[in-house]
């Protein structure tokens, strides 16, 4: 997989600053113009892009009340089935565009999880950089061929994957003659427990992959998100809301805009904490040097006086010998006069 991968003008890559993406997902609440507030927050807070998902009820699962669709799994959601919070939580496709347009406007990347092949179709149409696979779309090949097909970078959450479904899902855009994939560590459980994360395996998964990975996060709080920056994580993507009270289906476990804010602040300073391999000093790092210990005459001395633990002492500042020359210093004699203060020099010493 390619190092390097461009989602409209960010270069995501090692070297180059975290990608950030807001996640707009159920917290519109079906309000149009909250949708906008919260892209407006996004771009406010220093997000890079915000992203939506593209589906209806219909097209991401079946209007059945069999067991299999009920939801039991100890989530936010239990005691619904999956159509009923499909309807609820899906972005009207009738607003994707001129949300597109109000996020282009404000600086944002606008790009979406599609679920099904009319939502890339229509996303195509959108004229979106990239697309993102949800956790739980990584074992829909067809859609991943499809999506990789189309020469766009794809980001792939792995939130309910096994590393035979992240093998797969990569031979699939492969095959499909597309290098351009991100992988995000995810745990699909909504928050998040702490330990349950494990951010190690972000690390080994771009290892292991060779490719650019990052972390889709749902815990609570910055933490998580800028701990994986620290590690070499390359695109944090976190839920945005206005306010959790509002409700919601998403919004228990969405950042309000001041915590993102927060976050992508506290991403740039550990970016810059990173930095890079160096055992170089910095010029207020050397001017500091001159604070460290060296070797002083600690007493007043007469020439011809014996070198002791008394009156040749490593102190600071910096300005006397080394303090590796001291034991080799101890029992010599002084060569002049010198008093309590005076830096240790070769020309003090009597040869």
Known sequence: MNHEVMIGKHRIAADAPAYVIAELSGNHNMDYDRAVRII????EAGADAIKVQTYTADTITLDCDDPCFQITQGTLWDGTTLHKLYEKAYTPWEWQPKLRDRALALGLDFFSSPFDPTSV???????????????????DIPLIRKCALLGKPLIISTGIAHIEDIELAL????????ENVILLKCSSAYPTPYEDINLKTMVNMARTF????????HTMGSAVAVASVAMGGRVVE????????????????SMEPEEFRRMVDEIRIVEKA?????????????REREHARSLFIAQDMKKGDVFTPENLRSVRPGCGLH????????GKRISRDAKLGTPMSWDLLDH
């Open 238 to 253: 976190k839920h945005l809301t206005l306010r959790r009270a509002d409700g919601g289906v998403d919004s228990a476990f």
């Open 323 to 330: 303090t590796k020359y001291y034991d080799e210093l101890l």
């Open 210 to 217: 060779d490719c650019v990975t990052g972390l889709s996060d």
């Open 121 to 139: 179709d229509f996303l195509e149409g959108l004229d979106v950089p990239c697309y993102k696979i949800a956790s739980f779309e990584i074992t």
């Open 171 to 178: 031979d699939t855009c492969r095959q499909a003659g597309n």
């Open 40 to 43: 407006e927050a996004a771009a």
């Open 274 to 286: 990173v930095g890079r391999v160096t055992y170089e000093l910095s010029e207020k790092q050397t």
